[in-house]
């Protein structure tokens, strides 16, 4: 069965220091999203993005955050100058289709933690 | 503003027993909702899903959920809980007219004992 995957599994990373997580979506997906989840809240909506450009994003993802989908398989989440209250589990998402009816695949995530 | 609540942090229940994870759902217009279940290490797995039509929806590993429209419920329901259900489960809901933007529950964590 198609899954999404998600690298690396673990980052630590310096507060202000630049990072890029990875997701490669399921092949023949066409939306794909970013969602985290600090440690004991919610998972969050951070961004979609279709057609190469945002399709729509949440007030956490400021001018610190963008999103690229670099080729033809990977979509990448970059984070400038990092904070300690970026310290997260980020979990990529991709569908088929939107619309609302459709069902998101997620990626088993990246914890990133920022020291 | 939509948002979904999960009023239970835990469920314990013993193997062979029915089960029931609660999640009630606060959304302007129709709403799309959502069963995930997350194993330790591993990314969210989408269960089952309530589109439209009946109330009463079923899904993956004997799972199933029922839209209550007037109680504004989306209850995960298994009728003979095994231990290999304990797990994490997450109820989320999105507008239909949306581009899909997903708004979860804080998570219920499911024990299911021998």
């Known amino acids: 069965e198609p899954e999404v995957t998600q690298t690396p599994s673990h980052q630590v990373t310096q507060m202000g220091q630049e990072v890029i997580l990875r997701c490669v979506p399921i092949s023949n997906h066409l939306y794909f999203y970013w969602y985290r989840q600090i440690l004991g809240q919610k998972v969050e909506f951070l961004v979609s993005?279709?057609?190469?450009?945002?399709?729509?994003k949440s007030e956490i993802f400021d001018d610190q955050f963008s999103v690229e989908r670099p080729d033809g398989s990977n979509f990448t989440l970059k984070i400038r100058s990092t904070k300690l209250e970026d310290s997260a589990m980020y979990f990529c998402?991709?569908?088929?289709?939107?619309?609302?009816?459709?069902?998101?695949?997620f990626g088993p995530g990246t914890r990133l933690t920022v020291t | 503003a939509q948002s979904v609540a999960q009023p239970e942090d835990q469920v314990n229940v013993a193997e062979g027993n029915p089960l029931t994870v609660k999640c009630t759902y606060s959304?302007?217009?129709?709403?799309?909702l959502f069963w995930y279940v997350q194993y330790p290490n591993r990314g969210l797995q989408f269960l089952l899903k309530?589109?439209?039509?009946?109330?009463l929806v079923k899904g993956s590993y004997g799972f199933e959920a029922e839209f209550n429209k007037s109680q504004t419920s989306f209850h995960l329901k298994k009728p003979s809980a095994l231990v290999s259900d304990s797990a994490l489960y997450f109820c989320?809901?999105?507008?239909?007219?949306?581009?899909?933007?997903?708004?979860f529950g804080r998570g219920t964590q499911l024990t299911v004992w021998p």
């Open positions: 993005f279709y057609n190469n450009e945002i399709s729509e």
């Open positions: 998402a991709s569908s088929a289709s939107t619309g609302g009816g459709y069902e998101q695949y």
């Open positions: 309530y589109i439209t039509g009946d109330n």
């Open positions: 989320a809901v999105t507008r239909g007219s949306t581009l899909g933007r997903l708004y």
């Open positions: 959304v302007s217009g129709n709403p799309y």
